[in-house]
């Protein structure tokens, strides 16, 4: 019987790390955006998996508040490999936004001041976690801010970003490809937790 501890969690975050970029690198040129499109996947596939993965630590979190005590270090783990998500694909997105808009970061574009408001929220709460240190709290914490940051993307406006840059295109095979690449950027983000977890726990 294979138990938890022998699945091989970081070669599988390993191998769907290479199938995201495997699947950016397949990605066809588009017509307008020719082959920066596929920054603008990796900037949009990181964000939207760091929103699913928020989404799996704060069920996680309520198990843990129903009385699953087991998933206190499963939790921290997730909440931490999600926030380094939403902030790699801010970092990506400073590319494509150089190319389109001619900065890096573009202030007055409601949707960067939101993500620049979540990474900052995210360190207050990341540091109020560790400082207080109370698993309860965390929990309530990573709840919290799960939904917090759904609603904001749900949401906050936009002015020069494309509300659906993958459904607005005429290339029915972009959206496939999209939706593999997110996939993959969870799966591996998921993996990565399990991996991390399990070395925390056995140290």
């Known amino acids: 019987m294979i138990t938890g501890r022998k699945i091989p969690y970081l070669a599988l975050s390993l191998f769907f790390a290479a199938l995201w970029l495997?699947?950016?690198?397949?990605?066809p040129p588009e017509r307008t955006l020719r082959t920066v499109l596929r920054w603008v996947f990796a900037h949009g596939s990181l964000t939207q998996s760091s929103v699913y993965v928020f989404l799996i630590a704060a069920l996680l979190a309520?198990?843990?508040?129903?009385g699953n005590a087991k998933l206190e270090t499963w939790i921290h783990v997730m909440a931490v490999v999600a926030f380094g998500l939403w902030v790699l694909g801010f970092l990506i997105s400073m590319l494509p936004a150089k190319i389109a808009?001619?900065?890096?970061?573009?202030?007055?574009?409601?949707r960067t001041q939101m993500t620049l408001r979540v990474i900052a929220v995210g360190v207050v709460f990341l540091v109020l976690a560790w400082w207080i240190n109370q698993p309860k709290f965390t929990a309530i914490a990573i709840i919290a801010f799960a939904f917090i940051l759904l609603f904001l993307v749900r949401?906050?406006?936009l002015i020069r970003h494309p509300a659906n840059p993958v459904g607005e295109s005429p290339d029915r095979i972009l959206p496939l490809i999209y939706s593999g690449i997110v996939l993959a950027a969870v799966l591996a983000s998921l993996s990565l937790t399990a991996w991390?977890?399990?070395?925390?726990?056995?140290?």
Not at 62 to 66: E, F, I, P, R
Not at 197 to 203: E, G, I, M, P, S
């Open 62 to 66: 309520a198990g843990y508040l129903l």
């Open 196 to 203: 991390l977890t399990h070395r925390k726990l056995d140290a």
């Open 22 to 27: 495997l699947l950016l690198f397949l990605t």
């Open 155 to 157: 949401s906050t406006s």
């Open 101 to 110: 808009w001619g900065v890096l970061v573009d202030f007055g574009e409601p």
